[in-house]
C-alpha cells in the first residue's frame, strides 16, 4: 500500500524567512497530494492541494511543487508569518482504497 | 463553526469499558472517515464509509467498531479490546472519495 515519508519533523524559522517541508510517497498510482495545517488544539484544514497533471500550483504565500518521476511533493511557505507556526500534514490518495495516506507531520515554529 | 460535529470533547474511559465517541454533519457528503492521532504519529485510518450501511476497515481497525445507520452520521465505539485507546480521534467527511477532507474538532480519549 502507500507510504509517505514527511521531513523534517519539527522546523524553526525567523518571521519573513521561507519554510520549505517535503514529503516522498512509494505508490506511483497516486494522483491527489493535499497539505492541512493543523493548530494547537484545533482540527486540520486543507490549505492547498496539487493533482498529478499539475506541477506546481501556488495560491497567496504558500505553493506545492510535485515531482511525479521521484515521488516527491513540497510545500513552500514565503514570507512567514507567527500565525503559520502549526502542525503541517501531507497525505497522498493512492492504494486499491483510494484513501488518503498521511505524513506523520511537521511542527513549524516561526519566531517573530 | 458547524458543517461537522464531534462530541464529547473530552472523554474518559475505564478499563474494560465500551465508550462510543459520536460524529454528525450537515454537509450533505456521502463519505465519512475516522481517524486516530497520537503524538508524532500523523493521522491512521479506523474505519472508513463511502454509503449508509456500507464501511470498510482502515489500517488500524482492531479493537473499534462503527456503524452507518445514516447519512448524516457515523458513530465510533471504541471497545475494551482496545488495549492503548488513549488518543485524538478525528472525524472528516468529504463529497469526493479521498479528497478535501473536512474535520470535526475531535475528541480527546484518555483512559481512567
Known amino acids: 500500500g502507500e507510504n509517505v515519508e514527511q521531513h523534517p519533523s519539527t522546523l524553526s524559522v525567523q518571521e519573513g524567512d521561507s519554510a520549505v517541508i517535503k514529503c516522498t510517497y512509494s505508490d506511483s498510482a497516486s494522483n491527489y497530494f493535499p497539505w492541512y495545517k493543523q493548530e494547537l488544539g484545533k482540527r486540520p484544514q486543507l490549505i492547498i492541494d496539487?493533482?498529478?497533471?499539475?506541477g506546481e500550483k501556488k495560491d497567496q504565500r504558500i505553493a506545492v511543487t510535485l515531482n511525479k518521476t521521484a515521488k516527491h511533493f513540497s510545500l513552500h511557505i514565503t514570507e512567514t508569518q507567527p500565525e503559520d507556526s502549526a502542525v503541517y500534514f501531507c497525505a497522498a490518495r493512492g492504494g486499491s482504497q483510494g484513501n488518503l495516506i498521511f505524513g506523520k507531520g511537521t511542527k513549524l515554529s516561526v519566531k517573530p | 463553526d458547524g458543517g461537522i460535529t464531534q462530541s464529547p470533547k473530552y472523554l474518559f474511559r475505564k478499563e474494560g469499558q465500551n465508550v462510543t465517541l459520536s460524529c454528525e454533519q450537515n454537509l450533505n457528503h456521502d463519505a465519512m472517515y475516522w481517524y486516530r492521532q497520537d503524538p508524532g504519529q500523523g493521522l491512521r485510518l479506523i474505519y472508513y464509509s463511502q454509503i449508509v450501511n456500507d464501511f470498510q476497515k482502515g489500517d488500524i481497525a482492531e479493537g473499534y467498531s462503527v456503524s452507518r445507520e445514516k447519512k448524516e452520521s457515523f458513530p465510533l465505539t471504541v471497545t475494551s479490546a482496545q488495549k492503548n485507546p488513549t488518543a485524538f480521534y478525528l472525524c472528516?467527511?468529504?463529497?469526493?472519495?479521498?479528497?478535501?477532507?473536512?474535520f470535526g474538532s475531535g475528541t480527546q480519549l484518555s483512559v481512567l
Open positions: 472528516a467527511s468529504t463529497l469526493s472519495r479521498g479528497e478535501k477532507l473536512f
Open positions: 496539487i493533482r498529478s497533471n499539475v
